[in-house]
């Protein structure tokens, strides 16, 4: 159920003040620790950022897709790894649940995962399987009343921090979507091991780790949906809603990154003007201006079919290319205006730099979205 209008506008107020008051002033000390500050995890909790799209059932905000992609403008305007904190919640960390979950496990996990008592974290890659998901090889062999995993997942967003994985894991061996199947499995429990946190490009603060299994053993409740079978379909379903997130993160990112550079533009002086003023430059304002105003009108055109419940599976492909790829080209652009400014880190221009590359790569490389939204394509015209 969508949120009145007033409401809705009351909490992207809320959380653009938020933004613009606690997170952007903050940005530099997350860069310099690799750790979000615990007061602003509180304050990002009380805002009910960690539970936007987990159902008012299960305690969280219920936003409708539309409704989160537009708080998402708003988050993006800032580092993208606070939004990597409560983002996995009401994305990747979460979603398996409510899409597939059983009751018990929608009523023991949801309502801690939409307050932020527990983060969530999503483990489909491994070393040996990334773009090619259905080759994963994690193992999951029923003993009794308990399934034992073995095997290793790689680049896990927020592993060292998470409270509950979504592990995709082989429950036969036959190269099929339904030979996996989806486990709920705890921090603590015996067998499950958490690597170092990764040395990364960008996005300090938002961590990554591999995760290992070593005969971790987890209860028979553990399988989602109590069936075997359906995490690689659940997994792409996930996705397919993920994509949109991220679009919307892009969205927010380009629009702040052109905010950076108009400022820039308009106070640096050469040959005794304004750079703004010349005209090479206002081309590059105006192509990224010209790319941020499509992807935000196609990022809210996918949410609203999404919320009409059609299949957005190309839509959604479309949207994560093209934002994606854009926010690159925003990024470049914006470090190009700020001239050797741009190079230098106490620019927020250039950390941003490094922290959107991520975006072509995971919940789908740009290669792996062109070759869905053909698919896709194709079967529609033939
Ligand atoms: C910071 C970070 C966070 C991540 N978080 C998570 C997470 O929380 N959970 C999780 O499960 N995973 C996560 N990932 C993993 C991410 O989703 C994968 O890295 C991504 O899907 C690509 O897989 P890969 O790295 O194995 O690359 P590969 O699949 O080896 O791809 C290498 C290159 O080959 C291209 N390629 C592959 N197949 C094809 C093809 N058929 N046609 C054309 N080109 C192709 C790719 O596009 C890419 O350019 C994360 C990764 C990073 C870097």
Do not use: W
């Amino acid at each position: 159920m969508a949120l009145d209008t007033e409401t809705l506008n009351l909490l992207i107020d809320a959380v653009r003040r938020f933004v613009h008051e606690r997170l952007i002033p903050a940005e530099d000390e997350l860069a310099a620790s690799g750790e979000v500050p615990p007061d602003i995890v509180n304050e990002m909790r009380d805002l009910g950022l960690f539970g936007l799209s987990i159902s008012p059932d299960f305690d969280g905000l219920g936003l409708t897709m539309e409704e989160e992609v537009r708080v998402v403008f708003e988050l993006g305007q800032t580092s993208p790894a606070f939004r990597s904190l409560a983002g996995t919640n009401i994305g990747i960390g979460s979603q398996a649940i409510v899409l597939a979950g059983t009751d018990e496990q929608r009523a023991r996990y949801l309502p801690k995962l939409a307050s932020g008592e527990l983060i969530g974290s999503f483990a489909l890659t491994e070393p040996d399987a990334g773009s090619d998901a259905m080759s994963l090889r994690v193992s999951a062999e029923r003993d009794g009343d308990f399934y034992v995993l073995n095997g290793t997942k790689r680049y896990i967003t927020n592993a060292p921090i998470a409270g509950l994985f979504s592990v995709m894991a082989r429950t036969a061996p036959e190269r099929r979507a339904n030979s996996i199947s989806c486990f709920l499995v705890e921090a603590g429990t015996p067998g499950l091991i958490i690597g170092k946190p990764d040395k990364k490009m960008g996005q300090a603060g938002a961590l990554t780790s591999d995760v290992v299994f070593d005969n971790c053993r987890v209860p028979a409740s553990a399988l989602l949906g109590g069936e075997e079978g359906n995490g690689f379909r659940t997994s792409m379903r996930v996705l397919d809603k993920g994509r949109l997130h991220i679009s919307a993160l892009c969205v927010g990112i380009a629009d702040r990154l052109l905010r950076d550079a108009v400022k820039y533009a308009t106070e640096r002086k050469q040959f005794g003007q304004p750079i703004a003023e010349f005209q090479l430059i206002q081309a590059m304002i105006a192509d990224s201006q010209a790319e941020l105003y499509a992807a935000r009108c196609m990022v809210l055109d996918a949410a609203r079919m999404r919320d009409r419940g059609e299949n957005t599976t190309m839509q959604a492909a479309c949207c994560k290319l093209f934002s994606t790829e854009m926010v690159g080209r925003v990024a470049d652009r914006a470090v190009q205006i700020h001239g050797g400014a741009g190079y230098m880190s106490e620019y927020a221009v250039e950390r941003f730099y490094r922290d959107v590359r991520l975006f072509r790569i995971f919940e789908g490389t740009s290669q792996i979205q062109q070759l869905v939204i053909a698919r896709e394509t194709i079967k529609a015209h033939s």
